[in-house]
């Protein structure tokens, strides 16, 4: 019964490599985000869709690619897959009153 | 854009004393401030947030305070407990935290001496 859920939970995978991870929301929130947290624990947002749109697109580079089938479904894709894109990636979502909900991050190990 | 300062970044704490953690942020339009508790490997959980339309909140053994004339806000946790040990975040947004997304401090490691 899991309010935010993201795919898979770990990811090792080459450089150069192309990569998805999967993210769903049943709380029937408006919002969804993917979040970036480097080795350091700096958490940064990435991107920002409402209602299916685009609504912020930090200084990410192209290679990455965030689709929204529907409002509960907010997917991120990863071409070229480089060492520095190693990181814990987390989907978020929010009723647009403040209150983020997390998913359980997706550990990204580019070897 | 917003920028969030938060200080300090390890706090150790004897166990059932009281932690501060400070924040500043430079976007005086940001209007709600939420704090995140980050379990190693787990993700992070709100546990208390402030708009901007008041000063203070409390609840239970954790309080946060808002001062929007100096652009801070602060963190304040009363008898601290074993489990209290975590990486803490402090966030700012201007728009509620709805669409515009949070712009997160560095976090507070958290330690608890028993």
């Known amino acids: 019964d899991t309010a935010v859920s993201q795919t898979p939970k770990y990811l090792v995978t080459q450089m150069g490599n192309d990569k998805s991870i999967k993210c769903e929301q049943n709380?029937?929130?408006?919002?969804m985000y993917w979040y970036k947290q480097d080795s350091k624990k700096f958490l940064k947002i990435m991107f920002s869709?409402?209602?299916?749109?685009?609504?912020i697109n930090e200084t990410v580079p192209n290679r990455f690619s965030p689709k929204s089938p529907d409002k509960a479904h907010l997917n991120l894709h990863i071409n070229s897959l480089e060492l520095g894109d190693s990181a814990v990636y987390f989907c978020?979502?929010?009723?647009?009153?403040?209150?983020?909900?997390f998913g359980q991050g997706t550990r990204l190990t580019v070897v | 854009g917003e920028n969030v300062e938060q200080h300090p970044s390890t706090l150790s704490v004897q166990e059932g004393d009281s932690a501060v953690i400070k924040c500043t942020y430079s976007d005086s339009a940001s209007n709600y401030f939420p704090w995140y508790k980050q379990e190693l490997g787990k993700r992070p959980q709100l546990i208390i947030d402030i708009r901007s339309n008041v000063g203070e909140k409390k609840d239970q053994r954790i309080a946060v305070t808002l001062n929007k004339t100096a652009k801070h806000f602060s963190l304040h946790i009363t008898e601290t407990q074993p489990e209290d040990s975590a990486v803490y975040f402090c966030a700012a947004s201007n728009s509620g935290g709805g669409a515009d997304g949070l712009t997160f401090g560095k976090g507070t490691h958290l330690i608890i001496q028993p």
């Open positions: 709380l029937g929130h408006d919002t």
């Open positions: 978020a979502s929010s009723p647009n009153r403040g209150i983020a909900f």
């Open positions: 869709y409402n209602n299916k749109e685009l609504i």
